[in-house]
Each structure stands twice: as structure tokens, then as C-alpha cells.
């Protein structure tokens, strides 16, 4: 924990140690944010480079290191721009280092203009304070960039500068609030180039060369401090959708790989995207649906148990054996978790089998398998008794099923696909059946794998994270679009809500009712 958040001490001597401790970590965050400029400054030479050499001679391979630099530096902006919005508020300005920005450029003139005055607490020019008649002095202008879809649009804050002679004072009205201190993005804007990123998977430098093309000059530094500095104040939402997710009694959980820049290397390691889901709308459960995100480096089994620390529950997942140590039955802290296996994954196996050599009785276990499935349809969309009905037409197949298993496996190859598919489905035929009495469960995983078709779409698009710290903040605004896609709203428009509220002071104790299905419906 920081320094900046702990007691002052009131001891002299332990004052003056505590003093001590301060200058020191200081004088360590200011050395990492250097070294992290010095990065971000030597990846620009050697980008500068590689695209020279471009020019000179096309190259597959070339194209594909310049990508992996531009992605690399609009991580190490954006998380820059992340780390100084939260200093921001423990820190002044004048304490902070200077950072080199790019020139700023006017705002294009062929863009519509749209004049928002800013009212100075009275329609009447009087004075406020004596009465008498106010003279207009001026005004000040600032002009903001913002996105309506489809089009860009500036938005003028015009300020009038008001004087009463009797007082001999000068008025103003305070500068409207903008989610970014000094910059020019307005919610709007902000939100679209969230969505464009995380949503439509379009790193930073293609979308700036989208906006050049329609007249607007926006380099990848600007759209990179954007998006850091959004990630900062959107950041108590998506802690909030994590709380909702983890206060359920059932949820989903699944894993994807997510490749990872490994810095100088050229090429790129393996980290993994987790997704937790909590969707009670096939029981006609009243709780909204909501999806948390979260990225580690690797795959160990200590990443779900941190995830999960506070979970008590069903958990539906597939049988990655990190996912098995939660199911310990001794765990009485904060409670036990139970497991509800995935008859998907079971019949994928036996498919793949199938598929291969086309034995009959491959085609035989799948055909038991869709009678389950037959079952499922007739309760599709029930409520949780409802279904408790139907299903009991599965007790008696699910029976059949694995004693048809056990007496047919026995006869097989113990090495081969088939055998190793039905022992897979053997073990697990306790969590295999436990949908049956419960109408809240599901025969299935899909709702988590379908949580994860963003992120493998963008992993096909070779939308690779540039460093674990851009993997973090991939997976919090994942958060945010999944939840709003789960809800039926748009997650740009969402956004453009939500950082609206946020730039006008809206109170953290009320954080809730920015969540999507309480602040915004489409």
C-alpha cells in the first residue's frame, strides 16, 4: 500500500522516518515512470527505423514488427496516462514530471460546430452582489472533440466574462467538467474509441488512420492517453459489476489464451483471459446478467482461486484442474464451492472421436446425448420448477447413459479417443447430473464460451496485448462491454453516459447506479 494513504505518525523522530519513506518512494515512482518514457522514446526510434526500411523494401515480416511496435507503444501510453489520472488525485501538478506531448493541433474547421453557453448562475447582467448592471467583457471558448455515430462533431463551451463597475469584480462561469483534465474528448468521443478498440477490435494506430481520412488529426498518443485515463475513471463501475457477478449462487467460468508481447523478443507468450458470468434469464431468474473479465500471465491455479476467494456456490465449468482444487469439500471459507460440469465439453470429445474414424458407437453415445438435449429444448426459457418438471425425463437417460458407457468402454482400446472421452465423462458424472435437480443449473457451459467470442475474434484479428498491464485494463473494459452487450444496450452509448456522469462529480458511494441496467436503456 502506498504511503500516500497511511496515518501520520505523531512522534517526531518516527515523523521524520515516515518523511523519509515518502521521498523515497517518490523519488521510485519518478524512477519507473522515466525508465517507462525511455521505453516509449527508444520504441518510437525503432519504429521510425523499421518504417524507413518499409519503404525501402516490402516485407511480410517487417509489417509484422512494425503492428507489434505500435501496439506495444499505445500500451505503454495508455498505461502511463492511467497511472497519472490516479496520481492525479493525490498528487499536484507541479509534482509530477514533465512528459513530452504531441504538438496540438486545431481542431479541423470542416467539422460541424455545436455552441453550448455556459450560464453564469443568472439570465439577468446584475450584479449578484450590489444589483447593479453587469458589462460584458468577453467570453472564453473551448472547443472539444466529440463522436455521434456516424460522424465527428466539435462542441464549443462558451463562458461569458461578465464586470460590475460598483464592485469592480469580474464573473465567470467554472468550465464545464470534461472526463479528461485539459484534454479535448468529449464522453462521446472517449466512449467511441473504447468500443472501437475492445468491441471492434481496431488497435489505436488503424483507428487513427481512419480518423485522418475523414479530415480529423488524431495521432495514437492522444487516443492512447484517452483510453488510459478512461480506463482509470471507469474503473469503480467495473469493480461494481464484479461484486454483482460474485454475489450470484450459480455462475459460469472459462479461460481463453490471450497472446502477449514478450518485450524484446520479437514475438509474443501466452497469457489468458478469464470470464466469469453470472446469467440467471434462463430460469427467469429477476437478477441482471453481467460478465467479469479479468487477465493473469499464465494459467496457474492460484489465478482462479484469487478470483474466486470470496465465491459460495455453483460453479459451471469445464475440468481444468486449477478450476478442481476450488471444489475441495473442506473448503468451509466463505463457503463451499460446488461443481457443475459441462455436457458441451463432454460431446465434443466424443464428437472429435467420431469425427476421425466414425465408429457406431461414437454415433450412438452422441444420439444419447442429443436426447438430453431434446429435454433441455421443452425447457428452454421455463422458470426454475418448471423445468425441475421436464427435466425429470433426464434422470432415467442420464442413468442408461452411463451404465451404456461403462459396459461399452470396457470393450474398448483403453488408448483410444473414444475410451479416454467416455472416462472423461465417467469421472464427472456426479457434476454431470446435478442440472437435473436444480432448475437454476444449466446442461452446459456455452453462456461463459460464448462470453468469450469477443476476445478469441480479436485474438484472430492478431489484437495481441502489448504488455500484462494492457492485458489488466483489456480485461476491465471487457467487463464493461460484455455486461452491456448481456443487458441488450449498446456499450457506446452506455459509456457515453456513464463518463458523462462520472466528469460532473457523480458520488462513488452511488457507483451502482451507473451500472448499465440502472443508469441506461436503449
Not at 455556459?118 to 449578484?128: F, I, Q, R, Y
Not at 432415467?396 to 459396459?407: K, T
Request: charged share 25%; hydrophobic share 40%.
Amino acid at each position: 500500500m502506498s504511503l500516500a494513504a497511511a496515518d501520520l505518525p505523531s512522534d517526531p523522530d518516527a515523523l521524520r522516518a515516515f518523511a523519509l519513506a515518502c521521498q523515497a518512494e517518490l523519488s521510485a515512482a519518478v524512477t519507473a515512470v522515466q525508465l517507462g518514457r525511455l521505453q516509449i522514446e527508444k520504441l518510437k526510434v525503432q519504429l521510425a527505423r523499421l518504417r524507413r526500411m518499409q519503404f525501402g523494401r516490402s516485407s511480410e515480416r517487417l509489417e509484422r514488427e512494425i503492428q507489434q511496435l505500435e501496439l506495444k507503444l499505445e500500451e505503454l501510453e495508455a498505461a502511463e496516462a492511467q497511472s497519472e489520472a490516479a496520481a492525479g488525485t493525490t498528487t499536484s501538478p507541479t509534482a509530477r514530471p514533465e512528459r513530452l506531448q504531441p504538438k496540438r493541433q486545431p481542431l479541423p474547421d470542416h467539422l460541424p460546430r455545436e455552441e453550448v453557453v455556459v450560464p453564469n448562475g443568472s439570465e439577468a447582467c446584475l450584479c449578484h452582489a450590489c444589483g447593479s448592471q453587469r458589462s460584458r467583457l468577453g467570453e472564453d471558448m473551448t472547443e472539444v472533440l466529440d463522436y455521434v455515430p456516424g460522424h465527428f462533431k466539435v462542441i464549443r463551451h462558451v463562458r461569458p466574462k461578465y464586470a460590475c463597475k460598483a464592485c469592480d469584480v469580474i464573473m465567470q462561469a467554472p468550465a464545464r467538467a470534461l472526463p479528461t483534465p485539459r484534454g479535448r474528448a468529449a464522453p462521446g468521443m472517449m466512449a467511441h474509441v473504447l468500443v472501437a478498440k475492445y468491441a471492434d477490435h481496431l488497435p489505436l494506430y488503424r483507428q487513427s488512420e481512419i480518423y485522418g481520412r475523414e479530415g480529423v488529426d488524431l495521432n495514437r498518443s492522444t487516443l492512447a492517453d484517452w483510453v488510459g485515463q478512461a480506463a482509470w475513471l471507469l474503473q469503480p463501475v467495473v469493480d461494481a459489476i464484479r461484486r454483482h457477478v460474485f454475489a450470484a449462487d450459480k455462475i459460469h467460468g472459462d479461460d481463453t489464451p490471450v497472446p502477449v508481447l514478450a518485450p524484446g523478443h520479437g514475438r509474443t507468450r501466452t497469457g489468458r483471459a478469464w470470464i466469469y458470468v453470472r446469467d440467471d434469464r434462463p430460469f427467469k431468474g429477476p437478477a441482471p446478467p453481467a460478465a467479469a473479465c479479468f487477465y493473469s500471465p499464465d494459467r496457474k491455479a492460484e489465478r482462479p482461486r484469487g478470483h474466486l476467494n470470496t465465491y459460495t456456490g455453483f460453479l459451471q465449468a469445464d475440468a481444468y484442474a486449477g478450476f478442481e482444487e476450488l471444489y475441495y469439500a473442506k473448503r468451509t471459507y466463505p463457503g463451499r464451492i460446488m461443481e457443475v460440469a459441462c455436457w458441451a465439453h463432454c460431446r465434443r470429445k466424443i464428437f472429435d472421436a467420431w469425427e476421425a474414424t466414425a465408429p457406431p458407437v461414437a454415433k450412438e453415445a452422441l444420439d444419447r446425448i442429443a436426447q438430453l438435449y431434446a429435454v433441455e429444448a421443452e425447457a428452454r426459457g421455463k422458470s426454475g420448477a418448471e423445468r425441475l418438471v421436464i427435466r425429470a425425463a433426464s434422470k432415467p437417460l442420464l442413468a442408461g447413459l452411463f451404465a451404456w458407457m461403462e459396459a461399452t468402454g470396457s470393450k474398448l482400446s483403453a488408448r483410444s479417443a473414444l475410451a479416454e472421452a467416455f472416462r472423461y465423462t465417467l469421472k464427472r458424472r456426479v457434476a454431470l447430473s446435478r442440472f437435473v435437480d436444480d432448475g437454476r443449473l444449466e446442461a452446459d457451459n456455452n453462456i461463459a464460451e460464448n462470453a468469450l467470442r469477443g476476445i478469441a475474434i480479436g485474438r484472430k484479428n492478431y489484437l495481441f496485448a502489448g504488455s500484462d498491464a494492457g492485458g489488466e485494463r483489456a480485461a476491465a473494459i471487457y467487463t464493461l462491454i460484455g455486461t452491456a452487450k448481456l443487458n441488450g444496450i449498446n456499450p457506446e452509448a452506455w459509456l457515453t453516459d456513464v463518463l458523462s456522469r462520472i466528469a460532473n462529480g457523480h458520488p462513488i458511494n452511488r457507483i451502482n447506479e451507473l451500472l448499465p441496467w440502472n443508469a441506461y436503456s436503449s
